[in-house]
């Protein structure tokens, strides 16, 4: 497996040009309060290329006429602060995880960096330069770039980031064996949830029982869970999972989990009280049509955002048939948001949707969704979706979703 990372490192070194080095920074925790950090998260564009989940750790790649070369910079041991916070990586370990000869300590990082720009002709460094807003926390990458450009002017700056990202668009094998691995830890915790719903009174419960269902398999919550009952189910964002469960009422849940740095991500909507009224199961089993219209669409060449009007041709029919609207812009007043995003090291993963087009061994989900505030309902149906050479494959296909699958679970779980 190691050598996937080292066919990656190679890879992207072949797209850069002469003199040129890149430079990518694990990162390090960030302050919550007084003497607390919030858990360290590493950058996924690092750790994809190195197998690395270390803080503070540094890669430097290096491209000249006659050869290249590769660093990794971890932390210097602190002996004192392993007592309190858990071993370092060892050099040796660093090695073995990353499959990179040349390991040093981070304290000589940089005497090594200088040393490449008055020595061997460096001219032209990359940088992680990643920022989705202008109001965002600048990253290392960032950082360092602004330190640079004080101290070596004439030194040319790029992105790397954009390289990287259309790497991780496409998924190895590998790759796709641990978003599955999620899937189906995510699978046993959405089971075990469904039985126990009826059984329940608040949200905060169906949480429970799922993040309980996760540790219990060497997993994490992939973000912030959504347990979303009645009217709170037409917030897209709704967090607090607080609110009593009537019985009457669907409940819409996203989830998802996180094991090995990869990532499942899985909404599904059900009924409190275990049996779908004929309204819910109408307007449920529109959002199915859309779904089902979507998979039909997905193959390599189609674009992303075509899945979208997918959707939005199937609403255009069937809600008018239902009498919910009579023109198609009023269509955003029940489904406000797109029905894909990519999946991978990060839930929504790196791809630019308005451009891309879809190519085989890609993950994207699959999310239609109906949002009606005045009915206090709210429906959304997700999976995650491998592209393949002449179609897809559904990776959440095990997780039940159909109204009778759901309603058998729930009732004789």
Request: proline share 2%; aromatic share 8%; glycine share 4%.
């Amino acid at each position: 497996m190691n050598n996937e990372f080292k066919l990656r490192r190679e890879q992207l070194l072949a797209d850069l040009p002469l003199n040129s080095m890149v430079v990518l920074f694990a990162g390090k925790g960030v302050k919550r309060s007084a003497d607390s950090d919030y858990p360290f998260t590493v950058n996924y564009n690092f750790a994809y290329l190195t197998n690395i989940d270390e803080p503070e750790a540094v890669v430097m790649m290096v491209k000249l006429n006659h050869r290249t070369s590769i660093t990794l910079f971890v932390r210097d041991i602190d002996l004192n602060l392993q007592k309190w916070n858990g071993k370092y990586v060892s050099i040796e370990e660093a090695k073995a995880f990353s499959m990179i000869d040349s390991v040093v300590y981070f304290s000589t990082f940089e005497t090594a960096f200088v040393s490449q720009l008055t020595r061997t002709g460096v001219n032209h460094l990359f940088l992680d330069l990643e920022r989705l807003n202008l109001t965002d926390r600048p990253l290392a990458g960032e950082l360092f770039a602004k330190k640079v450009r004080e101290t070596h002017p004439a030194l040319i700056i790029d992105n790397i980031y954009p390289m990287i990202a259309a790497m991780r668009t496409v998924k190895s094998d590998n790759e796709i064996k641990k978003i599955e691995n999620c899937v189906s830890v995510t699978k046993l915790a959405f089971e075990r949830m469904l039985k126990s719903t009826k059984n329940q009174k608040f949200e905060f419960e169906l949480q429970a029982d799922f993040e309980y269902e996760l540790k219990r398999n060497g997993a994490a919550p992939a973000f912030d869970m959504i347990v979303a009952g009645g009217a709170r189910s037409t917030v897209l964002h709704y967090l607090k999972n607080s609110e009593k469960l009537s019985e009457n009422e669907l409940v819409l849940c996203d989830m998802g989990a996180i094991k090995d740095l990869y990532n499942s991500d899985i909404s599904r909507t059900f009924p409190k009280s275990g049996k779908f009224s004929d309204r819910q199961k109408l307007l449920y089993n529109i959002v199915l049509e859309a779904m089902d219209a979507v998979y039909a669409k997905i193959k390599p060449g189609v674009m992303l955002k075509e899945l979208n009007d997918v959707v939005i041709k199937v609403y255009d029919k069937r809600l008018k048939e239902i009498g919910l609207i009579k023109d198609r812009s009023e269509i955003s007043n029940y489904y406000y948001h797109g029905v894909s995003h990519f999946l991978g090291m990060d839930v929504h993963d790196v791809g630019h949707i308005e451009n891309m087009v879809l190519v085989s061994g890609n993950v994207i989900t699959v999310e239609p969704g109906l949002y009606i505030e005045a009915e206090s309902i709210g429906i959304r149906i997700e999976d995650d979706v491998l592209v393949t050479e002449d179609g897809f494959r559904n990776l959440s296909e095990c997780i039940v979703k159909s109204i009778d699958e759901i309603e058998v679970l729930m009732n004789n779980g």
